[in-house]
């Protein structure tokens, strides 16, 4: 072939299902020595599934009323949670009342008036007061589980607990030994998730450094503290609450078919085949090309 080199690298990686933006994208995931990998979307399937419904008592809320309530709030949002508490109702065929000022916060869940009421439903750690102690009880359940939950609160006060779980990719396991073996170091963790389900998972792939609870800005903290450190880091992402990090990263790559606008605008490269395997496979093709220009 007559191509440069890295353009032949950015047609390899293509045909290995790796969108590159540009060639010097393909030489920075050359010079990689740490990754950080979400969890949700990321490591998981990002088709999550509910699993649980806890309304709590004292509400009254039936289980069919707090997942309606949820799912009204929910509507308007493209998170994978909320596409998960959405689809739920639909399989119930329940009705769901329009949802006016929504508004959603990366990293912690969303807020819409329904019904005249104030509904929240996010993260248990950014919204639950200290004194909710049986909605405590009942997140901290589900979390041992393994389980992603998320709380409802109406006007302020809990209604409801929802647990949703995870598929875990099934090449999460083989990309992450891998990459281990590629950048002598295994990869990290970053999720905005809940600790109990972040280490359990990270325990069943091999990934032993996992920092959980995590804002937006928290991931792109922990990126930027590698970087003084002289390290490259490749972020793969695939959130909204991934895009500052994608961005602040050496390089930064999202899952195309889970992944938000954002986070695929923001990225240097996406994964169009939806493996995650691509990602050991264009690090280790870069390189290459790399030799073949110096
Ligand atoms: P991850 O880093 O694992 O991809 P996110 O940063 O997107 O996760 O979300 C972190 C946490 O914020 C979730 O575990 C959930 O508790 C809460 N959250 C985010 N978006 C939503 C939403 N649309 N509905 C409910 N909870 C949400
Ligand atoms: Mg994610």
New binding site residues.
Partial sequence: STMPPLLSAIANAGRHGVLAKSAVVMERLGQVDTVAL????TLTEGTPHLTDLRPLAGAGLTDEALLALAAAA?HP?E?P??RAIVGAARERRLTLADAVDFA?V?????RATVDGHTVH????ARLLPAAAVAAHAVVRELEEAGR?A?LVLRDGSPVGVLGVADRLRPDAAATVAALTELTGRPPVL?????ERAAERLAAEVGITDVHAG?L?QDKVAAVRGWERQGRNVLVVG??V??APALAAAHCGVAMGRAGSDLALETADAVVVRDELATIPSVVRLSRTARRLVI
Avoid: F
């Fill in positions: 979400d969890k949700t979307g929910e949002s998170h949670l909320a959603s990366p990293g912690q869940g969303v439903v996010g993260s248990p992603t998320m970053l999720t905005g998730d809940n995590l937006p695939d959130g609450n991934d």
